[in-house]
Each structure stands twice: as C-alpha cells, then as structure tokens.
C-alpha cells in the first residue's frame, strides 16, 4: 500500500524526457498524430511555428499511452501508474516467456519474475515516465519467440512487429533485423533462413517501421535519422561539429 500511494499521489511526470513522451500520447490521444508543437532539440533547424514529429524521443511509449489518456484522461498520475504496470506486470510476464523458452521448462519461467517483483530500484525507476522498461519487455518477447522457433518455426514471424515496435522504442535496435538473420542461422542452421516465416517476419518489420522512415526521409533526408550522432560528438566519440 505505501508503494502505490507513492505511485497514486505523485503528480509529477518529470523532466525533458518524460514531458515528451506524454505529450507524444497526448496529441496520438486527440488524433494528432506523433507531432509535437515544439521544437524537440537544438541540432537541426526547423520552421518556426510548424509541428513536427519528436526525433529525439521515439514515439514508443506515446503508442501506449495514447490509448490509456484517451480512456482516463491525460493526467500525470495516469501517465506514471501506465508504466508502474508496464514494469510491474508487461515485463516480469515477458521475462518468465522467455526464460522458459529458453530452459524449455516451465518452472524456471515461474520463478523468473520474482527478482524483478523485489527490486525496489526497479519501482523507482518505474516512477520515471521513460520508455526503458517497456523496450525491455518487448525484447524479452522478441528473444522467446527467436527460441521458441526452435521447436515451432511458425512463430518466428512474430519477431517481426516485435523488431518494429523496438525500433520505435529506440533508433538503436535496426541492428536487430541483422542479429534475427544471425540468430536464425544458428539456431535453426543456415536452411532455417529459408522457411517463410523467416522473411514474413523482416517484411513486416520494415513495413511496420515505414511511417517512421518516411518520416524521418521527409524532414531529415535520411531514413534512419538519429540525433546520437551530435550528442556522440558533445562526448568526443565522433568528429561531428555543432555547427547548424
């Protein structure tokens, strides 16, 4: 009971980063779309006065929250109890599928969720309106059904709206199309490439993924923008400038 008042009475959403991505579900929630009125970083001009989709915080979590906001309405408590439920429920689920894919036995997913219900740093960190929490748990999903599709081939197509939906979740996750290719060849051996659900499964990840590479080709003129590249050179792991 004390940790959920904490959660229930907590009316801040935080920071740059949580603002963000509420207001992301917030317009997807009146029907705007993943455009925000503002501008989101400082490493690229923009035209005053015009929304814009956010590239700096992927829309992930807008997805989720949309729907709740449009239900509960567009509240801070609302937005933090979302991913109280995320990291409390969708991602100990996600980690007992895939233990027991991988262990091919069912106890060790049982038990799997119990270090994760525990943590009391996760329940701080689920307090945070971020997106970490949830791109794990689809990852979690991702990995059980790439081991699953040791005995039941079929399900290696779902990795593929699972591989989008972490793409969205952060820029950093297109290496995953090439690591299922990888994965599948050696698990599966390299004639397990060849099955359909294998190329069903990278059709539909870059069909699920299209909206936001257009996007990103429309205002940037490449379709895997990322905003990693300047913020690398602010640490001097890149020799990109912060000239405009």
Same mark, same amino acid.
């Given at each position: 009971?004390?940790?959920?008042?904490?959660?229930?009475?907590?009316?801040?959403?935080?920071?740059?980063?949580?603002?963000?991505?509420? %207001?992301?579900?917030?317009? @997807?929630?009146?029907g705007? *779309?993943?455009?925000?009125?503002?501008? /989101?970083?400082?490493?690229?001009?923009?035209?005053? *006065?015009? #929304?814009?989709? #956010?590239? =700096?915080?992927?829309?992930?979590?807008?997805?989720? $929250?949309?729907?709740?906001?449009?239900?509960?309405?567009?509240?801070?408590?609302?937005?933090?109890?979302?991913?109280?439920?995320?990291?409390?429920?969708?991602?100990?689920?996600?980690l007992?599928? &895939?233990? =027991?894919?991988?262990?091919? =036995?069912?106890?060790?997913?049982?038990?799997?969720?119990?270090?994760?219900?525990?943590?009391?740093?996760?329940?701080v960190?689920?307090l945070?309106?971020?997106?970490? =929490?949830?791109?794990?748990?689809?990852?979690?999903?991702?990995? +059980?059904?790439?081991f699953? *599709?040791?005995?039941?081939?079929?399900?290696?197509?779902?990795?593929?709206?699972? @591989?989008?939906?972490?793409?969205?979740?952060? *820029?950093?996750?297109?290496? &995953?199309?090439?690591?299922?290719?990888?994965?599948? +060849?050696?698990?599966?051996?390299?004639?397990?490439? %060849?099955?359909?659900?294998?190329?069903?499964?990278? &059709?539909?990840? $870059?069909? &699920?993924?299209s909206?936001?590479?257009?996007?990103n080709?429309?205002?940037?003129?490449r379709?895997?923008?990322?905003?990693?590249?300047?913020?690398?050179?602010?640490?001097?792991? /890149?020799p990109?400038?912060? #000239?405009?």
């Open positions: 009971p004390a940790r959920l008042d904490r959660v229930r009475f907590n009316m801040d959403i935080g920071h740059a980063d949580g603002v963000a991505y509420a %207001w992301q579900g917030r317009r @997807m929630a009146e705007r *779309g993943w455009h925000v009125p503002y501008v /989101s970083n400082f490493y690229h001009r923009y035209t005053p *006065g015009v #929304d814009r989709f #956010d590239d =700096q915080w992927p829309p992930l979590l807008g997805f989720v $929250l949309a729907p709740v906001f449009r239900h509960f309405g567009p509240e801070a408590n609302v937005a933090r109890m979302t991913t109280v439920w995320i990291s409390t429920v969708f991602l100990p689920l996600s007992c599928l &895939l233990v =027991q894919a991988v262990s091919r =036995q069912a106890w060790p997913g049982l038990l799997a969720p119990l270090p994760v219900w525990r943590s009391t740093e996760l329940l960190d689920s945070t309106l971020n997106t970490d =929490q949830l791109l794990a748990g689809i990852l979690c999903l991702f990995l +059980a059904a790439l699953a *599709g040791r005995k039941w081939p079929a399900l290696l197509w779902t990795c593929g709206p699972l @591989m989008a939906l972490a793409w969205y979740g952060k *820029g950093s996750q297109v290496v &995953l199309i090439p690591f299922f290719l990888g994965a599948v +060849a050696l698990l599966n051996g390299l004639r397990g490439l %060849w099955r359909w659900p294998v190329w069903a499964a990278v &059709l539909s990840a $870059l069909l &699920l993924a909206p936001r590479l257009l996007e080709q429309r205002y940037f003129g379709p895997l923008h990322s905003t990693q590249s300047p913020v690398s050179a602010f640490f001097g792991l /890149s990109r400038t912060w #000239d405009l």
